[in-house]
């Protein structure tokens, strides 16, 4: 059975709108705040509520985050990687740290609470000591 052609623009037009929308979320910074849970050896934990057990405490070198709730998605968010970048220009690096996310987790107006690795991989060098002093952290990030 064929389409009427109004049928298959219509499909063409709702396909290029989730292509564009995927695009734009993915290209634009969003305005948050991160902090960081305490692990003795730095890396995260291996019962983050995704699941990945020991694989999740060194993935991407360590660089590893609870989201909160918005970006864990009850599991969906579950290994998405993000650009996260802290907006204090003299503690922090242009560039940030990208994180995967293997756990959920929030507090104080946070979308994310990363191993210390992470966090420290934000810091310009020498600098990673004070920036964990401040504990929470105005951040921008990306998909």
Same mark, same amino acid.
């Given at each position: 059975?064929?389409?009427?052609?109004?049928?298959?623009?219509?499909? *063409?037009?709702? *396909?290029?709108?989730?292509?564009?929308?995927?695009g734009?979320c993915?290209?634009?910074?969003?305005?948050?705040?991160? #902090?960081?849970?305490?692990?003795?050896?730095?890396?995260?934990?291996?019962?983050g509520?995704?699941?990945?057990?020991?694989?999740?405490?060194?993935?991407?070198?360590?660089?590893?985050?609870?989201?909160?709730? =918005?970006?864990?998605?009850?599991?969906?968010?579950?290994?998405?990687?993000?650009? *996260?970048?802290c907006?204090?220009k003299?503690?922090?690096?242009?560039?940030?740290v990208?994180?995967?996310?293997?756990?959920?987790g929030e507090?104080?107006?946070?979308?994310?609470?990363?191993?210390?690795? #992470?966090?420290?991989?934000?810091?310009?060098?020498g600098?990673d000591?004070? =920036?964990?002093? =401040?504990? *929470?952290?105005d951040?921008?990030?990306?998909?």
């Amino acid at each position: 059975m064929a389409y009427p052609r109004s049928a298959r623009l219509f499909a *063409v037009l709702i *396909v290029l709108e989730v292509l564009f929308s995927i695009g734009y979320c993915t290209s634009q910074f969003v305005d948050s705040r991160a #902090a960081y849970y305490g692990t003795p050896d730095g890396l995260g934990t291996s019962s983050g509520a995704c699941g990945y057990g020991e694989y999740g405490r060194d993935v991407k070198a360590g660089n590893v985050a609870a989201a909160s709730q =918005l970006l864990y998605r009850n599991g969906a968010g579950c290994g998405a990687c993000y650009q *996260v970048r802290c907006k204090n220009k003299y503690l922090c690096t242009y560039s940030g740290v990208t994180v995967v996310v293997t756990d959920h987790g929030e507090g104080d107006r946070t979308d994310f609470i990363m191993s210390p690795h #992470a966090f420290t991989t934000m810091a310009w060098p020498g600098k990673d000591e004070q =920036l964990k002093a =401040l504990g *929470v952290v105005d951040i921008e990030y990306k998909w």
